[in-house]
């Protein structure tokens, strides 16, 4: 055997390791991405929803009108606000709500309060057709006796909605 022949054996050996760990490497990298790739959920995936344009602009514009529909009330007309902000909400948020606003009814007559909520801005988080997330910027005006002026409250709300008979009714409020 010539020397010739033994490095042109190691030639082809070194060749064909090369190859097989060029292999590996493109395999185990490969299922390591898969593997990551399932901790994050992508419009390819396929159990992802997008929702239409249509349904994430009325989510927004749901979500704008509750908020300021239950940041709102006055002592003048304190049932009647009450009344507006729970025909937007499921009865699950009505009785979170209903909890809620059961002290503000004596404070605000005794104190004459006044709130106007002004929704500024909204940012759509997360929609399906018949689910959304949407955070909502709120500016909330206070006035009534005992301020020597209106104060002025900048909120952010987390407002989840469910689709209910064809119309999005609030499901959670979370202030942040």
């Keep these: 055997m010539t020397s010739g022949t033994a490095l042109n054996r190691w030639l082809v050996v070194l060749v064909a390791l090369v190859v097989l760990a060029a292999g590996a490497l ?4 490969r299922d ?3 593997v990551a790739a399932t901790d994050v959920s992508s419009a390819d995936a396929a159990e992802a929803v997008v929702a239409s344009p249509v349904v994430k ?3 927004r514009l749901g979500a704008a009108a509750a908020a300021r529909k239950a940041y709102s009330y006055s002592w003048r007309s304190l049932s009647y606000d009450k009344d ?10 009505q009785q979170r709500y209903d909890r809620t606003m059961a002290g503000v009814t004596t404070s605000s007559r005794r104190d004459r309060t006044v709130v106007e909520a002004e929704v500024v801005d909204t940012a ?3 929609a399906s057709a018949t689910y959304a997330r949407v955070l909502v910027f709120v500016n909330q005006r206070t006035s ?3 301020l020597e002026r209106p104060t002025l409250d ?3 709300v987390l407002v989840t909605l469910r689709r209910v008979g064809g119309e999005w009714k ?6 942040l």
């Design 154 to 156: 900048l909120h952010r």
């Design 57 to 59: 602009e009325s989510a």
């Design 124 to 126: 759509l988080v997360t």
């Design 32 to 34: 390591s991405r898969d």
């Design 26 to 29: 493109v395999w185990a990298l």
């Design 144 to 146: 009534g006796r005992g």
């Design 84 to 93: 507006a902000a729970r025909r937007l909400m499921t009865p699950t948020m």
């Design 170 to 175: 609030v499901d959670e409020l979370d202030a």
